[in-house]
């Protein structure tokens, strides 16, 4: 089965710029996660959405980060504009819903480098 | 507010020695403890959980020892392996509560030489 999967894997942009990350999450997951990962704050919930619908965002940082998931297979993570503290590794995961039984699966990110 | 404290931050273990990794919480209405591993360039993978109603949990070479009195639990890795060398998270979910959400220990770097 294909897990998660997530593009770019690396991207490296200037201060300013518009980032777009996306993920593909594993058929049949309803829940689709958004993470950030520092060395500072360690790994952050951004985002979750369940049934295409976001259910919470209490994570996103500030109104220069924005999420969507059109339909069951793809989301993505908008940063506008970039910011150098943006610098991140962003991960993606799905899971069926079903709360605390059901696993999270996590793509294997994106490392974003903002200069 | 770290909700999930984890130590140590580093831990270098010779081959076939134990791996121990421990980790405390806060909040009495987290109801599921998962670890997670996690290889360089990889996304975190589920390794093993527990749920407070046991007291240890094995799967192979990997254990959770869980004290809920304490409110502390463990991982435990026999016979380390230089494959186990990877980024090991504790986390914990409220199942009643936003049971979605997982908070995640700071992560502790395991090297397990030759």
Known sequence: ?115 | QQQVKQSPQSLIVQKGGISIINCAYENTAFDYFPWYQQFPGKGPALLIAIRPDVSEKKEGRFTISFNKSAKQFSLHIMDSQPGDSATYFCAAINSGGSNYKLTFGKGTLLTVNP
């Open chain 1, 1 to 115: 089965d294909a897990g998660v999967i997530q593009s770019p894997r690396h991207e490296v942009t200037e201060m300013g710029q518009e980032v777009t990350l996306r993920c593909k999450p594993i058929s049949g997951h309803n829940s689709l996660f958004w993470y950030r990962q520092t060395m500072m704050r360690g790994l952050e919930l951004l985002i979750y959405f369940n049934n295409n619908v976001p259910i919470d965002d209490s994570g996103m940082p500030e109104d220069r980060f924005s999420a969507k998931m059109p339909n069951a297979s793809f989301s993505t993570l908008k940063i506008q504009p970039s910011e150098p503290r943006d610098s991140a590794v962003y991960f993606c995961a799905s899971s069926k819903t079903g709360g605390s039984n059901q696993p999270q699966h996590f793509g294997d990110g994106t490392r974003l480098s903002i200069l």
